[in-house]
């Protein structure tokens, strides 16, 4: 394991600005997002086809993006 590079500015910058995101409470309308999100896939599991339930988890997924982006804007 290369330590120096652990031990860079930049690794150490991008990992603070990671922690203190991590560190904000979610806003309340942001857990709604990933709570519907996991309603969303069990419903594309549903379907019949690999390709219905691979286009239904991907519409899963750009909804719920969608979701938490207006939930932290």
């Given at each position: 394991m290369n330590l120096v590079r652990l031990a860079s500015p930049r690794f150490l910058a991008s990992g603070l600005a990671l922690a203190s995101g991590l560190a904000v409470a979610a806003p309340l309308h942001a857990n709604n997002c990933i709570q519907s999100y996991a309603e969303c896939l069990v419903r594309a599991?549903?379907?019949?086809?690999?390709?219905?339930?691979?286009?239904?988890?991907?519409?899963?997924?750009?909804?719920?993006?969608?979701?938490?982006?207006?939930?932290?804007?």
């Open positions: 599991a549903d379907l019949q086809t690999w390709w219905q339930r691979s286009a239904a988890g991907i519409d899963c997924y750009l909804d719920t993006v969608a979701c938490v982006r207006r939930a932290y804007a």
